[in-house]
Nanobody, 124 residues
């Protein structure tokens, strides 16, 4: 099994920045692609960003492109999401996910492991 723990969420004003982290433990050799998703109240979980094992391939949702950056440090088994120019509509619980697949998935169903989520609230 793989355990994922997110951190770095909080309350920030519109236009501000936050950096989320997601530490993996357990059978970390079992995971390759990693991603971030978010879920606002009353909404379905939506894709935010994903990254390949060596970090050379990244995907972003159109709504965050140019504002968010996904990265990873495999030596630390940690995934990051740098969020700049935050907007109130970015308010959600953010989840990190990990996949045993090499092909980078952008759908939630393709991920095998999930963290418990961290709340991000952007005030106007």
């Amino acid at each position: 099994q793989v355990q994922l723990v997110e951190s770095g969420g909080g309350l920030v004003q519109a236009g501000g920045s936050l950096r989320l982290s997601c530490a993996a433990s357990g059978r970390t050799f079992d995971i390759f692609s990693r991603g971030w998703f978010r879920q606002a109240p009353g909404m379905e979980r939506e894709f935010v960003a994903a990254i390949s094992w060596i970090g050379t391939t990244t995907y972003y949702a159109d709504s965050v492109k140019g504002r968010f950056t996904i990265s990873r440090d495999n030596a630390k088994n940690t995934l990051y999401l740098q969020m700049n120019s935050l907007k109130p509509e970015d308010t959600a619980v953010y989840y990190c996910a990990a996949s045993r697949g090499i092909v980078v998935p952008i759908t939630a169903g393709a991920y095998d492991y999930w963290g418990q989520g961290t709340q991000v609230t952007v005030s106007s």
